[in-house]
Structures are given as C-alpha cells and as structure tokens.
C-alpha cells in the first residue's frame, strides 16, 4: 500500500467518523474535550485532586460516545478519564 492510499484511506476515515459524531450527536447531552480528545455523554462527574502544588481531574462519563478513529466501538456505558491539564471544556448542549 503506497503512502498516497494511506493517506486517502484516513481522509475517509476521518470524514465517516464526523457524519457519525453529527449524526449522535441530538442523543447526547455534553460534550467532553479532554486532551485534544472529544467525547459525547449524557452524565458528567468531574472530581478535582491536589497533588501538591498541581491539580489533576478525575472525569467520569456515563452513556458516553468516543471521538476515536481508531476504536472498534464508540458507545460505551462508562469512562473514567484523568487528566493533568486545565484544558477540559465541558459543554452543556441542552441548556438554552
């Protein structure tokens, strides 16, 4: 397989992988970006922990949907992320 399939091959992948987000995404309540990673969820726990000077998140999704290409399976009932960086966005799409 020649670099120039490959790269064509991960094209469609990536634009497969968008039409499923948008079509999931109406059956979700927030969205989750976390670490250059997006997930969908219908509940959200987030727990902050000090480890001396830094901090670190414990975020818990339940009825979640992975933004991951390279997943077999994108829905899955529950997932437990830590995450090191101040950069978690999670947005409430059902609120007004």
Known sequence: MKAD????????????????????????????????NIYLANKVDVEVFQAGDAAYFEITLTDAWSWTMYRPVRTLAKVRLLSLFDTVVIEDMKQP
Do not use: I, M, T
């Open 5 to 36: 399939d490959l790269e064509e091959l991960e094209a469609g992948e990536k634009l497969r992988l968008r039409e499923q987000y948008l079509a999931a995404l109406g059956a979700y309540r927030y969205q989750v970006e976390v670490d250059s």
